[in-house]
Structures are given as C-alpha cells and as structure tokens.
C-alpha cells in the first residue's frame, strides 16, 4: 500500500512537472512571436566617437541594458551610473518590436534608402556603416541579425559595455567597458574607455586585444578638465588616443 501511494504521488509530481515544462516552453515561444527585438530607435546620421569618426552610420539603438533599468530612480545604485542615453522603451524615431531579423533588416534598409543614395547598401563598396547600439545590443544581436543585415549589404558595427561575448560575423567591435561589470568580451577592433570613473587606471586595459586604444572624457560637469586632463595622458602614453563626442559638439543627433 505504501509503494502504491508512493508511486502515485511520483506519477504526479512528474505530471505537475511536465505541465510547467510546457507552460514555460509556450511562454517563450509566445514570446519569441511576439517579439524578438526591441529597438528603441532607428536614424541616420555621422559616427561622433572614436575611430569612426565622421563616417556615415544608421544607428540602430536597442532598448535595455544589463547595468542599469534607464529609470533615474535606479542611476545612484547601478553599476552604470553616468549613462547619457535613454533606451527605455520602443518610442523612439522609428523604434518598435521586431517579430523576425529579415522585418528588423528591411526596416532599417527602407530607413536608410530613405535618406542616401540608392548605391549605398551595395556591398562591393563596403556598404554603408550600420552601428548596433543601446542600451547594451548584445542581449539582442544574434547571427540570424547578423546575417540578414549582411545579406542586405550593411556594414555591421557594434557599441558594447563588453559583459556579453560578441556573436562571430560582425564587421567592427567597440568595447566601452564600465568599472564594477565583468567584461568578457576582451577582444574587438576598438576600446573606448570612458575617463572619469572612479578608480580607473587605463594600463589595466593594455593587454587586452584591440587594434585602437580611446580615452573619452565622461560627459559631466567637470568635461573641460577631464579632457584636458586625458590629452596629457595620452601625450604621456602614446598607444591611447583622445576620443571626443564630437556630435554633441556640432549639436547633431
Ligand atoms: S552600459 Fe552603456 S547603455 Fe548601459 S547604462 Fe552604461 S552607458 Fe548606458
């Protein structure tokens, strides 16, 4: 009697396992239907930082980031405390949920076809610069991206706080890492290392991987001596080079 009743109740602690299973497995492709990327926004405008400055670039904006919820509430106790960009929500300028990569691609083609020449996504000419931003692009961007972005003729750029490994395929990495986040992404084209986090020392990061070493001065009140201040370092050690928003300086998006 005592194995029966046994039993029984294995049977159904199997079952009400089972069900969840289920449950979760329809949650998540209920999920994926309803909504595979979230953009925050979509423009078109000139690279502002680093290496890429003044190239051409599509700014794909993603919403969300794993160092900070974007709600000023949350800033003080984030591991990312002097964020400059709102990537909260799919409001912005042409912003939305994405169902699939090939819907995401052919938007940000009909948004950059809006607005240069015919011939700029032709891929025998490098095709035009497509900069996956956020908020951190890496919880979204994935090979089936990737690929359709490509297949469409972009040249693929990525801005990442480095805490995410960077899928392969993508054309250009830029690593800008946060102070208090395990960054694991350690390898890339760019390093973009913003100065005036406290406690940073800019030779930790030599080692790492990268073809081009940047300094930015943090965008606060003490920009002008934070600047001056990452020119002389730099002057002082050679392999780092001074980045600068410049589209806030000109005032472009
Ligand atoms: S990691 Fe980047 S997007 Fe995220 S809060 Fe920091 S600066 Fe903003």
């Known amino acids: 009697m005592f194995a029966l009743v046994f039993l029984l109740r294995v049977l159904l602690i199997g079952r009400l396992l089972y069900q969840l299973f289920r449950f979760a497995l329809s949650a998540f492709a209920l999920y994926k239907l309803i909504a595979m990327y979230s953009v925050k926004e979509i423009f078109y405008t000139l690279q502002g930082e680093g290496a890429q400055t003044g190239r051409p670039a599509l700014f794909l904006r993603f919403a969300g980031c ?44 009909e948004v950059a076809l809006g607005l240069c020449a015919e011939d700029a996504l032709d891929k025998s000419v490098n095709g035009l610069q497509i900069v996956l931003t956020g908020g951190e692009p890496l919880l979204q961007v994935d090979s089936a991206l990737i690929d359709a972005l490509h297949e469409r003729g972009f040249f693929i750029a990525v801005e990442t706080n480095g805490t995410i490994k960077a899928p392969s395929g ?49 965008d606060c009140s003490d920009i002008d001596q934070l600047t001056m201040a990452v020119i002389e370092y730099c002057k002082a050690h050679p392999r780092w080079k001074l980045s600068l928003q410049s589209h806030k300086i000109l005032q472009i998006p």
């Open 66 to 109: 794993n160092l900070w919820s974007g709600r000023e509430a949350d800033r003080q106790a984030a591991i990312c405390s002097f964020c400059d960009t709102d990537f909260v929500g799919t409001d912005g300028e042409n912003g939305g949920q994405f169902k699939s990569a090939t819907a995401l691609a052919a938007r940000a083609v």
């Open 170 to 218: 993508l054309d250009w990495v830029c690593v800008s890492p946060k102070l208090g986040s395990e960054v694991v992404q350690r390898s890339g084209d760019e390093l973009k290392v913003v100065y005036g986090q406290d406690g940073l020392n800019p030779e930790e990061f030599l080692s790492w991987d990268f073809t081009h070493f940047y300094l930015q001065p943090m």
